[in-house]
């Protein structure tokens, strides 16, 4: 099972469905970049669907930082959806939860990206 998958959406945005764990390590560096790799070849709008994730450490919470940071740097913008109780949880004691666009659903978080 791959750790996450990209998809692009219909209306435009690329989405990425994450499933297990987001640690620090090799697979999450490659989707670092590659993730820079498509901002700057245009996509500028990325989801992260979180809902298959069953365990984030703080490394983890780092790489979204870290792709969230990258994404800007490159005039990207990402929003994360489907958050699985313990991610909300740390998101919202790390007061991360302001910095990030977070979304029940992925449909809501389509919804008028513009």
Do not use: H
């Not at 990325?46 to 790489?63: H, M, P, Q, R, Y």
């Not at 959806?81 to 990030?100: A, C, D, K």
Request: charged residues 30%.
């Amino acid at each position: 099972m791959p750790f996450v998958t990209f998809t692009k959406d219909d209306s435009g945005p690329q989405v990425l469905t994450f499933q297990g764990k987001i640690t620090f390590g090799r697979e999450t560096e490659r989707v670092r970049q590659k993730l820079k790799e498509m901002a700057e070849q245009g996509d500028k709008r990325f989801v992260f669907d979180l809902e298959s994730v069953d365990w984030v450490d703080s490394a983890g919470i780092g790489f979204l930082v870290m792709c969230l940071t990258t994404l800007g740097q490159a005039g990207a913008r990402l929003r994360l959806t489907n958050l699985p109780e313990r991610v909300r949880y740390v998101l919202g004691i790390t007061r991360l939860n302001t910095v990030f666009e977070i979304f029940d659903t992925r449909q809501a978080a389509l919804r008028d990206f513009k």
